[in-house]
């Protein structure tokens, strides 16, 4: 238990709540989530390979050369000229290093947590014929069923995995602006501003061969869509500046496909964040702001039960007793009992329909089931 908090420190919460009707808190924690596919091969051992073949494009005209939308702006030939097919280039050679890592790690470290399947990483160049340059959208020909064979044998796997794609789609918009301003004498000045942002959309497409049969099947995935904005005054955006912008981008993009693929496929763990709800109207706002902090903490959170508990008596009914319940929820969703976590979602209900708190219960009856199929999934003997 985690000593009472002095004088000063509450006597700062309390001016906190009185300046800013109380800050915004939130808890992180881990929760279960069950796999949505399953493979379609029976089998625990998977071997991953790295066979891809980079396939590059723009967003505006779709073809492998760089050309980009701008408008309102006399440096279309300038920007032209430093996106060419150096940025294609670039592109393969970042991923080449980012794929090393989120294989190995992203990848493979997801299906570690539950053992549901062993996943080996071919880390050196696998002895198997390599795609050619296929058109945007078009996949390479599948491996021939007796290189999986061998490659299956020679690892003793049960299933093959190859990263066989990866479609990457660059846009970029830039455009002059320029805002007349007036100076303290009251001269009216110009000034130029350079608004453009940076999309990125990165797809893997991954197959799954059967070394027994020969067979293979598509799975496809698309990363969430990323994009960075700017606003510059004078000059248009450098090429610099750019590449590391799209590299970041790529890094995202690529991180999200690779994770989204994996934990579709096994039991997984991931973090969330939750909101903790204080209201600074309420005759009790330090005591709720107190336990706020410490369910945000990950040693002393269970401290914050105790003190919501004492206050749910005395709150007044409606809003405020909802908002305690809707706390109570949570902490119960993070001790992973979700039946109490939905109970007391539906009290919060009863006692107010509002948004965060209707969207909180419908979340947690959702969970229910998900823990349901999680708990299936699971090997027997392994918990959470």
Same mark, same amino acid.
């Given at each position: ?5 002095? !004088? ?10 009185? !300046? ?28 991953? %390979? ?18 980009? %939308? ?20 670039? %592109? ?7 794929? *090393? ?122 990363? *969430? ?38 934990? *579709? ?120």
């Amino acid at each position: 238990m985690l000593p009472p908090l002095p !004088l000063r420190s509450l006597a700062a919460i309390a001016l906190v709540c009185l !300046l800013t009707s109380c800050a915004s808190h939130h808890a992180t924690y881990r929760i279960s989530k069950p796999a949505t596919d399953e493979l379609p091969f029976a089998g625990e051992r998977i071997l991953l %390979i790295d066979r891809h073949w980079t396939h590059y494009q723009d967003e505006a005209d779709r073809t492998l050369v760089g050309s980009f %939308i701008v408008k309102n702006t006399p440096l279309i030939k300038q920007l032209h000229k430093r996106h060419s097919r150096s940025q294609e280039q670039s %592109i393969r050679t970042a991923l080449a290093s980012l794929l *090393s890592v989120s294989l190995a790690i992203d990848f493979v470290t997801i299906f570690e947590e539950f053992g549901k399947y062993e996943v080996m990483l071919m880390t050196s160049p696998p002895a198997i014929s390599k795609p050619e340059n296929t058109a945007f959208g078009e996949l390479p020909p599948p491996l021939a069923a007796s290189e999986v064979g061998a490659l299956a044998a020679q690892h003793s796997a049960d299933i093959l995995l190859a990263l066989e794609s990866v479609e990457v789609v660059v846009g970029e918009h830039e455009e002059k602006r320029i805002v007349e301003e007036k100076s303290k004498n009251d001269e009216v000045k110009k000034k130029t501003y350079y608004d453009g942002w940076l999309r990125l959309t990165c797809t893997v497409v991954f197959r799954v061969y059967d070394p027994l049969s020969g067979l293979w099947v598509d799975f496809k995935t698309t990363s *969430s869509q990323s994009k960075e904005e700017w606003s510059d005054y004078g000059s248009s955006i450098s090429s610099r500046r750019i590449a590391a912008m799209r590299d970041a981008l790529l890094e995202r993009s690529l991180e999200t496909a690779i994770n989204d693929f994996a934990r *579709s496929l096994t039991p997984h763990t991931i973090s969330v964040s939750r909101k903790i709800l204080v209201d600074s109207s309420s005759r009790h706002k330090e005591q709720l702001e107190e336990a706020a902090e410490r369910f945000a903490s990950s040693a002393y959170w269970k401290d914050a039960v105790e003190i919501w508990q004492s206050l749910l008596p005395l709150e007044q009914p409606g809003f405020l007793k909802a908002k305690i319940l809707y706390n109570l929820s949570l902490a119960a969703e993070r001790e992973q009992d979700l039946d109490q976590a939905l109970i007391l979602a539906e009290k919060a209900v009863a006692e107010s329909d509002q948004g965060i708190i209707r969207r909180n219960r419908d979340r947690l009856a959702r969970r229910v089931d998900e823990q349901l199929l999680f708990e299936s999934q699971i090997p027997p003997g392994q918990e959470f």
